[in-house]
């Protein structure tokens, strides 16, 4: 059995104290959680929140997915341990970090995009992973909804303004959701014809892109969001999983 | 329910392009029963007034600020709005140029919807950066401008500055000016700031004028603006520089033009009379007066740069220049070519003047009854 320490600040229990309503969860969150589903037999994962981040010193393989909460001493000692380090959002620079990144075997981001912003600010080559889908977690409805949807949490970059300008723009109502548990998100994507999200700074990976292609909506976004690898949808999600265990080793 | 409404930019009785925008807009957001009030950069000091539109809706002014650009008070403004309307979704909506809303709190904002100008090209960083935040919608004033800003991938609408009924082609004023009845008079109506650069390319203008007048004895001039101003030129010294006729040189009282003592049905007459209207410069977001003497059948010469080409009717002159690069916005203005103007002024004499009904019909696109309830729809639909 390998045993792999997961050390991270996305914790499904709310842990986080993200701003988020009870009950509902960040991207993030459900990025590591979809993975951590998804670990292959012979591999037991074990969450570390970042303050326990020594912990993790014991196990066969770490996997780091969250800095933000991990100081300089943290960053440097998990450096030495080699561990697959996956970032999901664009990363402030620090030396350490740059230390973890450049230790990590491998570092991996989002997407390429992510990879392109992460390489210009740390000078350290990624792989990227979109993380772990169910592709029938969610399908188009018989008949969709003439109407177009913006969810999201409801922070300034989400681009909410953005999307009822481009609802007012094509004459089209927009739905928004904000702040609601996944299911119902799903449910509304699964309506809608139109999934309109534009942010306004780099999102790295948004999980709600896939899932909306899933719910067969059309896709209106911005060179700013993080957008899969081209190919057939199941190939490529299903490579994501593969790929992420092979790292983890 | 309507969303509240802060309109920052300038007192609505400022002669200025935005005031006149201001006025016509927060006219008829009243009028539709927004609670609108405004925050003023320009033109309103001190404490808050009340505007009194013609239909007798109560708009409070919020004063300018400290700052040169009221970005010390903007955001001031724009919580106690929202307090007067009890917390309900308050939209802040900038007319003026993007560069200078510098303010850090505007992102807590609902939502900003700004009318920007966009006189360079391309489309300067700064402007750019903030169309791109996440509460602000853009709405270009021109289509340049919104095409500018859709490559660069920015989601934005386009709703272009307006004009009153009030500005018509009128007839029985040639006696408006002391010139000779067959006089070939030639008008400019532009404000004299900026002085490096002069954005309204007063050497360029003035000295092909000067050129012209020199061939033609019997044109003359009248420029509708401040001769001295500390935030421009010396307009008088330019002219002796040049060696212009002063005789043949009209300008407005000064006092008067300082106290916004010409009124829009003055100046509708002063372009009825005119036979052309001069207005090349070195980028415009928009130009307005570009279509307020279109509106009243005088042809314009205009450059053929930004937003001022989408705006003339076939049979007004477009003038070709250079880009020149601008080091304090970090974009291309446009250097009019001397030569191109005095082409534009020759062919304009020879057309002989007279009303263009191909003009009143450009300028009729802009109407404000017809334009403005775009804003209605919009400014519901971003909260």
């Known amino acids: 059995m390998k045993r792999v320490g997961w050390v991270t600040h996305h914790l499904m229990d709310g842990r986080t104290g993200d701003g988020l309503l009870p009950g509902t969860v960040g991207g993030a969150e459900m990025t590591d959680a979809a993975m951590i589903a998804a670990a292959p037999e012979g591999v037991e994962v074990t969450l570390i929140p970042s303050g326990d981040w020594r912990d993790a010193l014991e196990f066969d393989r770490i996997v780091v ?22 970032v999901h959002h664009q990363q402030e620079f620090h030396p350490a970090r740059q230390r973890l990144f450049e230790n990590a075997k491998p570092f ?14 740390f000078g350290v080559i990624s792989q990227w992973c979109h993380g772990a889908f169910d592709p029938d977690v969610v399908k188009p409805a018989e008949r969709k ?12 970059q989400k681009g909410r303004v953005n999307a009822r300008l481009w609802a007012f723009n094509n004459g089209m109502p927009l739905v928004e959701v904000t702040n609601q548990p996944h299911e119902t998100v799903l449910y509304e994507m699964s ?35 993080g957008r899969r690898d081209e190919g057939p949808i199941r190939q490529i999600l299903s490579e994501q999983i593969r790929k992420f265990w092979v790292w983890v080793g | 329910m309507k969303p509240a409404i802060q309109w920052w ?12 925008q201001t006025r016509a807009v927060v006219d008829r957001l009243a009028a539709q029963g ?48 929202k307090r007067r309307n009890d917390g309900a979704p308050t939209v802040l909506v900038t007319l003026f140029d993007a560069w200078v809303l510098k303010n850090a709190r505007l992102e807590q904002c609902d939502a900003i919807v700004s009318w920007m100008p966009i006189d360079h090209m391309p489309i300067t960083a700064e402007v750019l950066k903030w169309a791109q935040r996440g509460n602000v919608a853009p709405v270009a004033m021109s289509k340049y401008g919104l095409g500018q800003l859709e490559k660069q991938g920015v989601e934005a609408t ?18 408006i000016l002391d010139v000779p009845d067959g006089a070939f008079l030639v008008m400019m109506n532009a404000a004299n700031k900026g002085v490096s650069p002069t954005r309204k390319a007063w050497s360029e203008n003035l000295m092909a004028l000067s050129v012209f007048m020199d061939k033609h004895d019997d044109v003359f001039v009248y420029i509708h603006t401040e001769t001295q101003c500390p935030a421009g030129i010396d307009l008088m010294a330019l002219v002796n520089g040049l060696g212009m006729d002063k005789k043949r040189i009209i300008w407005p009282n000064q006092y008067e033009y300082r106290i916004g003592g010409y009124s829009d049905s003055h100046l509708a007459k002063m372009y009825s009379r005119a036979d052309v209207f001069l207005a090349v410069s070195m980028g415009e977001g928009f130009g307005i007066p570009t279509v307020e003497a279109q509106a009243c059948g005088t042809r314009v010469i205009g450059s053929n740069w930004t937003a001022t080409p989408e705006l003339l009717a076939d049979d007004s002159f477009l003038v070709t220049g250079q880009p020149e690069w601008d080091p304090a916005q970090l974009s291309f203005w446009f250097r009019p070519h001397i030569a191109s103007i005095v082409e534009a002024l020759e062919q304009s004499y020879n057309a002989g003047g007279g009303t263009s009904r191909q003009a ?9 009854d017809k334009v403005i309830p775009r804003w209605f729809d919009l400014l519901q639909a971003v909260t």
Not at chain 1, 145 to 156: Q, S, T
């Open chain 2, 158 to 175: 386009y709703i272009p500055h307006t004009i009153e009924p009030v500005f018509r082609k009128t007839t029985g004023h040639r006696d």
């Open chain 2, 360 to 368: 009143i019909e450009k300028a009729d696109e802009y109407r404000a």
């Open chain 2, 34 to 81: 927004f609670p609108v009030s405004i925050s003023a950069n320009y033109g309103q000091q001190a404490v808050v007034a009340d505007y009194v539109t013609p239909d007798g809706h109560t708009v409070p002014v919020f004063p300018q600020g400290y700052d040169g650009y009221s970005q010390d008070i903007i955001f001031g403004h724009y919580v106690e709005w």
């Open chain 1, 145 to 156: 909804n003439r109407v177009a949807l913006w969810a999201a949490r409801d922070h300034p």
């Open chain 1, 108 to 121: 991996v981001t989002m997407s390429a995009l992510h990879a392109k912003a992460e390489r210009k600010t």
């Open chain 2, 9 to 20: 930019s300038n007192y609505p009785y400022a002669p200025t392009g935005y005031g006149t």
């Open chain 1, 65 to 86: 997915t969250g800095t933000d909460l991990l100081d300089a001493e943290a960053m440097l000692t998990l450096a030495e341990r080699e561990p697959v380090v996956w």
């Open chain 1, 191 to 225: 309506q809608a014809h139109t999934f309109v999200f534009l942010p306004a700074a780099l999102d790295a990976c948004p999980r709600t892109l896939i899932e909306a292609e899933l719910a067969g909506c059309e896709i209106v976004t911005n060179s700013l969001a």
